[in-house]
């Protein structure tokens, strides 16, 4: 039992270019999400999925895309990079989506030069 | 306005002494949850202990405990026996609402167990 697995764990992009985090959990969990962590800052949610097929914005979504075409995968596209995308980008799940704990991926550290 | 403010940016605490890190949030939901988690310099996220509004007890959790004050909508995290390896950022974070699957972050607080 993985957990949630991201890949890759640290990457670097040239402005405009573009590139897809890859995010796979086998908790069976429904709800999965993407957060990003600026330095010093707390985590702020760019998009969620409440199963396969059902994506909704987060409160920073600009700049990104999500697809949930399975269960277990939740792949983040970063579509023409800015420097305002450094961040370190962390993938998480949940079963019941309101009371029970967020599971973690390991983050990626992403720069954008 | 901030929901969930977190006053403390660092602390420092003796080993074996207890810790309180605080954790004021803003809401005008009946229904939200309360959630402290860990991040070690490693950088993974930890979920350590969680709060239901409607919960009468507060939460424990091992050496870990929720001091719930609704009235005053705080959600202190109290650490018991602190230890070297409690060392690490501490997230407080919140849902809000029964039909949002978003949890709204604080800014963290740094806590340094000296030896």
């Known amino acids: 039992n993985a957990g949630v697995t991201q890949t890759p764990k640290f990457r670097i992009l040239k402005i405009g270019q573009s590139m897809t985090l890859q995010c796979t959990q086998d908790m069976n969990h429904n709800y999965m999400y993407w957060y990003r962590q600026d330095p010093g800052m707390g985590l702020k949610l760019i998009y969620y999925s409440v199963g396969a097929g059902i994506t909704d914005k987060g409160e920073v979504p600009n700049g990104y895309n999500v697809s949930r075409s399975t269960t277990e995968d939740f792949p983040l596209r970063l579509e023409l990079a800015a420097p305002s995308q450094t961040s370190v980008y962390f993938c998480a799940s949940s079963y019941l989506g309101l009371v029970s704990e967020q599971y973690f991926g390991p983050g990626t550290r992403l720069t954008v030069t | 306005a901030q929901k969930i403010t977190q006053t403390q940016p660092g602390m420092f605490v003796q080993e074996k002494e207890a810790v309180t890190l605080d954790c004021t949030y803003d809401?005008?939901?009946?229904?939200?949850?309360l959630f402290w988690y860990k991040q070690p310099s490693s950088g993974e996220m930890i979920f350590l202990i969680y709060?239901?509004?409607?919960d009468e007890q507060n939460a424990t959790e091992g050496r870990y405990s929720l001091n719930f004050q609704k009235a005053r909508k705080s959600a202190n995290l109290v650490i018991s026996a602190s230890q070297l390896g409690d060392s690490a950022m501490y997230f407080c974070a919140m849902r809000e609402g029964d039909s949002n699957y978003q949890l709204i972050w604080g800014a963290g607080t740094k806590l340094i167990i000296k030896p």
């Open positions: 709060q239901g509004s409607y």
């Open positions: 809401t005008s939901d009946q229904s939200y949850g």
